[in-house]
């Protein structure tokens, strides 16, 4: 079993940034594609961005897409959210996933392993 752990959340100004860090277990991670999701109180879980297993392809959903970035470090088994430019809308919590898989996926389903979420509050 893949151990996945999220930490960087907490609370910051609008128009201000945050980086999230995801370290997972075992030495096999290069083999997953990465992902993060939000999920906001009384809202389905959202697909935020994945990576592939190496880093060469990157998804990002449309409300995201120019404000955050995702990259991984393999040699530290660490994927990461670089969350620029950051909205109330993005308040959340926000988990890191593991997928069997080389490709990069963005459907919650398609993941196997799952953090406990880290909260990223955006307020005044």
């Known amino acids: 079993q893949v151990r996945v752990v999220e930490s960087g959340g907490g609370l910051v100004q609008p128009g201000g940034s945050l980086r999230l860090s995801c370290v997972a277990s075992?030495?096999?991670?290069?083999?997953?594609?990465m992902g993060w999701f939000r999920q906001a109180p009384g809202k389905e879980r959202e697909f935020v961005a994945a990576?592939?297993?190496?880093?060469?392809?990157?998804s990002y959903a449309d409300s995201v897409k120019g404000r955050f970035a995702i990259s991984r470090d393999n040699a530290k088994n660490t994927v990461y959210l670089q969350m620029n430019s950051l909205k109330p809308e993005d308040t959340a919590v926000y988990y890191c996933?593991?997928?069997?898989?080389?490709?990069?996926?963005?459907?919650?389903?398609?993941?196997?392993?799952w953090g406990q979420g880290t909260q990223v509050t955006v307020s005044s």
């Open positions: 075992g030495r096999t991670f290069s083999n997953y594609a």
């Open positions: 996933a593991a997928a069997s898989t080389f490709y990069y996926v963005t459907r919650a389903y398609e993941y196997d392993y």
């Open positions: 990576i592939n297993h190496i880093g060469a392809s990157t």
